[in-house]
Structure formats: structure tokens, C-alpha cells
């Protein structure tokens, strides 16, 4: 608990409101019958009561699945969902988060995404549930191809064992698998860092805004787009660290 109470940025200037977010996040997560109530407790007892509740819960996944590192989620849509890292793409292609056999699979990032620190680039893979369009997994991704949505849902949330942070979505772009590694997780300098970036927002749909340092964190999220391409066509999300 200590280390997740230190992880939190308590003095750190936020380009969005703390309590807005995070009890909204708080709330939906644990189900809680009475929000304007709790919603009183937060803005009483501030990220305390927070930190709490969310550090209970990521303990909890983790008794459920030794493999989880972290809940991700987009307010205002139907993502929130757990994150595995392994190793094992494959198997949670066709596997959920409590190793039952799926089609909606559960999200993953591979070994060498770094979330204690945070390293440069975390990477989250997930479906597309394309032939149901249940909006399910990373199919409400689709809608970032829209300004418009992204004004509705500008930012991601990602709690880890390590840490709970805020993302702005500064990039969404079309790809191939086979174009570049869109999870590249070590940069041998700076600059290396920078060219990637540049290069995400260079092949964006548009232009956000949101700027992006040598010193940042991203976020990636990948997942399939057979309009794009047929056979190996991906969506790509990136958001910046806050």
C-alpha cells in the first residue's frame, strides 16, 4: 500500500480534474450503489480514499490471474477492462482474463513493456470484435479515427501495480504489422524516442494538439483493422503520460 500511496503525484499540476475523473473511475469500477454519496467521500477525503479503493481492487485481480499488471479504461466508453503481460500472445488471443476459452480473448502486453518505471512506451494489445460490433474489447478504438470523438473521450486511464495514471491521446493512425513496431519498447537515445513519435503523428487522422517530449511516457494501444487491410491492417492509439 505504501508503495502504491508514493507512486501518486500529490503536488503535480493535472491538465484535468482529479476528482472528476478518478471518482467517476472509482465508482464504476467497484459498482457502488449510492455515487452521490461516495461521490461526497472522495471530494472529502481526496486521493487517499481513492488510491485505496483502487489498490484493493488491483490485488484482487492479481489473487484471480498472476499474470495481471494493470486496469485500463476510456470514461465515456465501454472500455475497462484488465491487462495481462505475458509473453504468450497467443494464448490470450483465444483465452479471457480468467482462462476460459473466449473469442473476446483479454488484453495483453508483451514482456518487454515496462510498467514499473514507466518505461518509454507501454503497449496494450486487444481485438477488434469486428463481426459482432458489440463495442466490446478495442472496438470502440474505431471511434478515435473521428475528432469529434476524441473531444468526447480525450483521455485514458491505466492502473497498474505500480502506478495510476492519466493519458492524453496525442495520435491515431492506420498501419501493417509489417511496417514498424508500433510496441517498441527500448530507444537508443532521445532522438530515436522523438523520431517515433514524430512518426505517429505524422500518419495521424489529424492534428490534436497534444504535445509529446524526450522526456515523456506513451501509451500504445493496438488493435486490427480489416478495412484497412485485409490481412495484417492495425489501429493504432498513442496518448502521453500526464
Not at 510496441?183 to 494538439?209: C, E, I, N, P
Request: charge should be positive; glycine fraction near 6%; include cysteine.
Amino acid at each position: 500500500m505504501i508503495t502504491r500511496l508514493r507512486s501518486y503525484k500529490w503536488g503535480s499540476p493535472h491538465k484535468y480534474d482529479f476528482y472528476k475523473v478518478q471518482s467517476s473511475l472509482c465508482m464504476s469500477r467497484f459498482r457502488l450503489c449510492d455515487k452521490q454519496h461516495m461521490a461526497g467521500i472522495v471530494q472529502k477525503i481526496g486521493p487517499v480514499f481513492v488510491v485505496i479503493m483502487i489498490s484493493l481492487h488491483l490485488a484482487k485481480l492479481q489473487s484471480q490471474n498472476a499474470e495481471f499488471i494493470a486496469w485500463l479504461q476510456i470514461p465515456g466508453t465501454k472500455i475497462s477492462y484488465p491487462v495481462v503481460q505475458t509473453d504468450d500472445a497467443a494464448y490470450y488471443l483465444t483465452h479471457t482474463f480468467s482462462r476460459k476459452e473466449g473469442v473476446s480473448g483479454c488484453l495483453f502486453s508483451l514482456g518487454k513493456s515496462d510498467y514499473r518505471l514507466p518505461g518509454r512506451n507501454i503497449a496494450i494489445y486487444g481485438h477488434h470484435m469486428r463481426r459482432s460490433r458489440s463495442q466490446t474489447m478495442f472496438q470502440p478504438l474505431h471511434g478515435y479515427k473521428d475528432a469529434d470523438y476524441l473531444a468526447k473521450h480525450p483521455v485514458i486511464q491505466l492502473d497498474s501495480l505500480y502506478h495510476s495514471d492519466t493519458y492524453a491521446v496525442f495520435a491515431t493512425l492506420n498501419m501493417r504489422e509489417s511496417d514498424w513496431d508500433a510496441a517498441k519498447a527500448d530507444f537508443s537515445s532521445d532522438a530515436d524516442f522523438l523520431s517515433f513519435v514524430y512518426r505517429a503523428q505524422a500518419l495521424s487522422f489529424y492534428d490534436t494538439g497534444i504535445e509529446v517530449g524526450a522526456n515523456d511516457q506513451i501509451l500504445t494501444l493496438i488493435t486490427c483493422d480489416r478495412d484497412y487491410h485485409s490481412e495484417n491492417g492495425r489501429l493504432i492509439v498513442m496518448a502521453v503520460r500526464q
